[in-house]
Nanobody
Framework: QAQLVESGGGTVQAGDSLRLSCATS????????MAWFRQAPGKERQFVAA??????YYEDSVKGRFTISRDNAKNTVYLQMNSLRPDDTAVYYC??????????????????WGQGTQVTVSS
C-alpha cells in the first residue's frame, strides 16, 4: 500500500526557514510527478510546487523563496522554504501522481496524498 508521510513542519517567525520532507513507501514514485499543496483555514487546497521529469514548477507567490527537490534513492521529496511569511501559514500536503504537464497544478490530478504537516509563521 502506497504511503506518503510528511514531516518538518512547525512554528517559526517571519523570515525563518523550514524544510519539509515527504517520505514515500509501498511503491516506486520515481516516474511520477511529486508536488506540494497547502491549505489554510477556510480556503481551498492550493498548488505550491511540483517536480516532474527533472523540471520544477512553482506558484507565483513562492517563486524565489521555495525550492522543491527529490532524492529517488531515498524515496523522498523535499520542500525548502526560505523567507517565510505569515501568509505561508497552512497545512502542507505532499502528493504524487502520473500527471501530465497541463494539469500539474491541479490537485485533482494527483492520486496519492500524505496526511499533511502544519506550518505556522508568526509575524
Amino acid at each position: 500500500q502506497a504511503q506518503l508521510v510528511e514531516s518538518g513542519g512547525g512554528t517559526v517567525q517571519a523570515g525563518d526557514s523550514l524544510r519539509l520532507s515527504c517520505a514515500t513507501s509501498g511503491r516506486t514514485f520515481s516516474n511520477h510527478a511529486m508536488a506540494w499543496f497547502r491549505q489554510a483555514p477556510g480556503k481551498e487546497r492550493q498548488f505550491v510546487a511540483a517536480i516532474r521529469l527533472g523540471r520544477t514548477y512553482y506558484e507565483d507567490s513562492v517563486k524565489g523563496r521555495f525550492t522543491i527537490s527529490r532524492d529517488n534513492a531515498k524515496n523522498t521529496v523535499y520542500l525548502q522554504m526560505n523567507s517565510l511569511r505569515p501568509d505561508d501559514t497552512a497545512v502542507y500536503y505532499c502528493a504524487a501522481g502520473s500527471v501530465i504537464l497541463s494539469t500539474i497544478r491541479d490537485r485533482n490530478a494527483y492520486n496519492y496524498w500524505g496526511q499533511g504537516t502544519q506550518v505556522t509563521v508568526s509575524s
